[in-house]
C-alpha cells in the first residue's frame, strides 16, 4: 500500500475506536514508516483532530514532549532488554486518566535482542488497555514470527525506490551484469505488485529501446508473477536471461 493509504486507513480505526493493540509497519523507506507513525500519532492527539502541526498537542507530538507517547530504538543499534523492560514499566503506570490511551513505538523492531524480543512478546500477548503499539521495519522476514503473529502488518510500498530510482532499469543501462544479482535478492523482498511496476516500467525505459531482444521474456515474467504465488524463481530466471545479454 501506499504510504497514504495506510496512514487513511489507520485514521480510520483512530476515528472509529477501533484502533488494535499492535501494529508493524513495514517499508525498505525509514523515512516513510516515521512520517506514517508521525502522521497517525498527530492524528489522535490534535487538538482539532486534523493534524494541524500547530496546536499545543501537534507540537508535544512532534517535539517527543507527549508523556502518553514511548518511542525507543533509533533504527540503528541493536536494542537492549534493559530498554523494553523501561518501556513495559513505563506502559503499566496509570497515572492517566480512564479514557487516555498509550502508545509506544519502536523504531525496528527486527534489532530486539533475543531477550528483549521476549519481554516484549509479554506485552503484545496481554496487552495492557489502552494501549496500542507501533513496530517499524524494514524487513518483516528478520522479525521473530511470535511476534508478528500477534500484530496487524501492513506494508508501505517504497515509491520513490520503485519507479524514480528504478534499479533494475539503471543496471540494464549502465550494463552492470554484477549488480544485477543483488537487484534480484531486492526484488524478492518486495510485494508481486510492486516488482510487477519495476518491470514494467524498465521495460518501457530501457528494454524496448536499447536491448529489445529480451522484451519477450520481460513479458512473460510480469505475467507469470501475477498468476504465481512464488515469484522468486521467476525473478531469478529473469536476472540470468538479462545477464545473457548485457
Ligand atoms: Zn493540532
Keep these: 500500500m501506499l504510504k497514504n493509504e495506510v496512514v487513511t486507513k489507520l485514521k480510520n480505526d483512530i476515528e472509529s475506536n477501533t484502533l488494535s493493540h499492535a501494529y508493524i509497519l513495514e517499508s525498505p523507506n525509514q523515512l516513510f514508516l516515521e512520517e506514517a507513525t508521525t502522521d497517525l500519532l498527530l492524528a489522535y492527539f490534535c487538538e482539532t483532530k486534523i493534524a494541524c502541526r500547530t ?99 501492513f506494508y508501505i510500498d517504497d515509491e520513490s525506490f520503485a519507479l524514480e530510482n528504478n534499479i533494475l532499469a539503471d543496471v540494464i543501462q549502465s550494463g552492470n551484469k554484477d549488480e544485477l544479482f543483488l537487484v534480484g535478492a531486492k526484488l524478492r523482498h518486495l510485494p508481486k505488485n510492486e516488482v510487477v511496476s519495476i518491470l514494467q516500467d524498465a521495460l518501457k525505459k530501457v528494454v524496448l529501446q536499447e536491448k529489445v531482444e529480451i522484451a519477450d521474456k520481460f513479458y512473460d515474467a510480469i505475467y507469470n508473477i501475477k498468476k504465481m504465488t512464488n515469484t522468486n524463481l521467476i525473478i531469478e530466471n529473469l536476472m540470468i536471461e538479462i545477464y545473457e545479454v548485457l
Excluded: M
Design 55 to 153: 496546536c499545543r498537542q501537534c507540537l508535544n507530538v512532534i517535539n517527543n514532549t507527549n508523556l502518553q507517547i514511548i518511542n525507543i530504538g533509533d533504527a540503528t543499534e541493536r536494542i537492549k532488554k534493559q530498554e523494553v523492560l523501561d518501556l513495559i514499566a513505563k506502559l503499566n503506570i496509570t497515572n492517566l486518566g480512564e479514557d487516555d490511551k498509550k502508545f509506544y513505538v519502536i523504531k525496528n523492531i527486527e534489532q530486539l535482542g533475543p531477550e528483549a524480543s521476549n519481554a516484549i512478546l509479554k506485552t503484545l500477548e496481554e496487552p495492557p488497555k489502552g494501549v496500542t503499539a507501533f513496530l517499524l521495519s524494514n524487513n518483516r522476514d528478520e522479525i521473530l514470527p511470535t511476534i508478528k503473529s500477534r500484530c496487524i502488518l
